[in-house]
């Protein structure tokens, strides 16, 4: 099985030419093949200390034949709006990429490692509009989309943004990773 580097965050395949919000959706990303399986992306606590909390969770994903089913949950102690997104990139930032020094890595300073947001995890997987509605507090996130149109999400990140101070904040990313086939072993 295929290691990706460490981190948190969710998978997700987008279609070309998502709707851009502040440059940050990704519509130059070559076609790739989807594969069928079963992914997971650990989603691990950064800017934490903003947050007052250690957020944790989980994202689960599911693609078989047309379809993608994703599961997410993520512990939080605040009542505060969580958007997740899928981004392009392979791996999670750390605090190397606060280059203002301010004891946090914001948005714009994590998409330098993430990249560009591929897919919204909202309310409607099939649509590649950003600014939807997302899951609030301590939540339990499940959605299905058709794959028409959608791209590969193996080694994608995931990022969760969101802290009563600041709903933009990054708190917590995986790298989504294919899962063995424990059918085949």
């Known amino acids: ?22 440059g940050a959706v990704a519509n130059d990303i070559p076609q790739e093949m989807r594969s069928e399986g079963i992914f997971k992306a650990i989603l691990r606590p950064y800017n934490f200390t903003a947050a007052g909390w250690i957020p944790n969770g989980m994202a689960d994903i599911k693609i078989n034949e047309n379809q993608i ?7 939080d102690s605040s009542n505060v709006v969580h958007m997740q997104n899928i981004h392009v990139g392979t791996q999670c930032p750390s605090m190397d990429q606060d280059i203002n020094h301010d004891g946090f890595v914001d948005m714009n300073e994590s998409i330098k490692v993430a990249g560009k947001i ?18 609030k ?8 989309a058709s ?7 193996e ?31």
């Not at 099985?1 to 502040?22: H, N, Q, V, W």
């Not at 794959?147 to 999400?153: I, Q, V």
């Open 69 to 75: 089913e994703i599961k997410s949950w993520m512990d």
């Open 147 to 153: 794959l028409t149109n959608m791209r590969n999400l």
């Open 155 to 185: 080694g994608k990140v995931i990022i969760v943004t969101g802290t009563a101070s600041n709903p933009a904040l990054p708190i917590a990313c995986g790298v989504i990773e294919r899962m063995p086939d424990i059918a085949n072993n």
């Open 1 to 22: 099985m295929k290691k990706i580097i460490p981190g948190l965050c969710l998978l997700i395949l987008t279609s070309c030419g998502g709707k851009e919000k502040d």
């Open 118 to 135: 591929l897919m919204a995890l909202d309310d409607d997987l099939n649509s590649q509009e950003i600014g939807s509605v997302y899951p």
């Open 137 to 144: 507090g301590n939540y339990s996130y499940f959605q299905t």
